[in-house]
């Protein structure tokens, strides 16, 4: 039987690594030049490190867990149109040099994992947004992102102005109809009369809705000129172009996965950035690595929800802090998925 955990997150600051080309095709950085020593691994997913978003907060786990149990560390790239075999020779090295734990960044880490976890069954592997693959020695970390996503759905619906605004989903997959669903449901629940404007960057297989800003930026600017003002993205990288779109024209942006105000790499547009809908990538890469380094890993379902604060809406911009009425509606919709008189769903 597979065991499944709840457990309490921790919120991290992400930092900066050097990078070094691999073998695998992509990048990494490591301070595990040799074997001695205790060291853990991540393999980022599309759009690599630097997306402001959900890469850079697994990396900030993998930091902080480094600090704190004094190990080594090792992130690895991906390589632009890479396929599985590309992923499971990554994680195959990152295995053989003895990391542990291994974890897969993205569901797109799946197949990798299935097969290479078999061949290393003394190491624990960690795969995020998957629980398709499962193994005696595999934990899979997942987030009720439609949960944060209602509540910016509800911050969308009172913040507008115009009644309309929009949705950007980087790759129409399930976990991103997930995104899409919750925020939807936040606006209508909280004002039946809002347009809400969807649009998906691309199709699978092409993950390009990940990594290529221009993509978000067209599309924020499409939804900008049909009378949106405010744009919640889903997409990654190419987020940071829809964020920068709608900041360049005085409107409000809506982060995802990371709380997007405080990133560094979006300074520039900061002040349009009203709130994130957050997930605690951080903490669940910095917690697996913590329960290996306890001696029970983590394995099975981990599942990170409002209620261990694992997904969230941030208030880090003060002028959202000052927007009573819409951070009124926000506590309440929270209140309301806590004691399950909101149910969210989870597909459109």
């Known amino acids: 039987m597979r065991r499944v955990t709840r457990i309490a997150t921790v919120a991290i600051a992400s930092t900066a690594l050097a990078f070094s080309a691999t073998a695998c095709g992509g990048k990494s950085s490591s301070d595990a030049s040799d074997d001695k020593g205790a060291s853990a691994a991540i393999a980022y997913d599309i759009g690599g490190k630097g997306d402001q978003s959900f890469n850079d907060a697994a990396f900030a786990g993998l930091e902080k867990a480094k600090k704190d149990f004094k190990i080594k560390g090792v992130d690895a790239e991906p390589a632009e149109g890479e396929g599985d075999a590309d992923k499971v020779q990554r994680l195959t090295e990152l295995a053989r040099n003895g990391n542990n734990p291994v974890i897969g960044i993205g569901y797109a880490y799946a197949p990798a994992i299935k097969k290479v976890s078999a061949k290393y069954p003394k190491t624990t592997f960690g795969i995020v947004d998957d629980l398709s693959v499962t193994g005696p020695n595999v934990a899979n970390l997942v987030f009720n992102e439609e949960q944060a996503s209602y509540m910016a759905g509800v911050a969308a619906a009172k913040a507008t102005k115009s009644n309309t605004v929009g949705f950007i989903g980087g790759v129409e997959v399930p976990l991103i109809k997930k995104f899409e669903a919750g925020f939807v449901q936040g606006v209508k629940a909280t004002n039946p009369k809002v347009k809400v404007l ?151």
């Not at 199709?203 to 978000?216: R, Y």
């Open 198 to 348: 969807t649009q998906y960057l691309t199709q699978p297989p092409n993950n390009d809705g990940f990594s290529k800003p221009d993509l978000g930026k067209a599309a924020a600017e499409g939804q900008l000129d049909k009378g949106a003002d405010v744009v919640y993205h889903a997409a990654g990288q190419a987020g940071v172009g829809a964020i920068e779109a709608t900041a360049k024209a005085g409107k409000w942006a809506i982060g995802v996965d990371s709380d997007q105000y405080l990133q560094k790499g979006l300074v520039t547009y900061k002040d349009k950035i009203l709130t994130s809908a957050t997930k605690d990538v951080a903490g669940a890469v910095y917690n697996l690595i913590k329960s290996v380094e306890d001696g029970k890993p983590q394995t099975g379902e981990v599942r990170f929800g409002l209620d261990q604060d694992g997904v969230g809406l941030s208030d880090s911009n003060p002028a959202y802090k000052k927007m009573t009425e819409v951070t009124a509606a926000v506590e309440k919709a929270k209140k309301g998925i806590l004691d399950n008189s909101i149910k969210v769903k989870t597909t459109p």
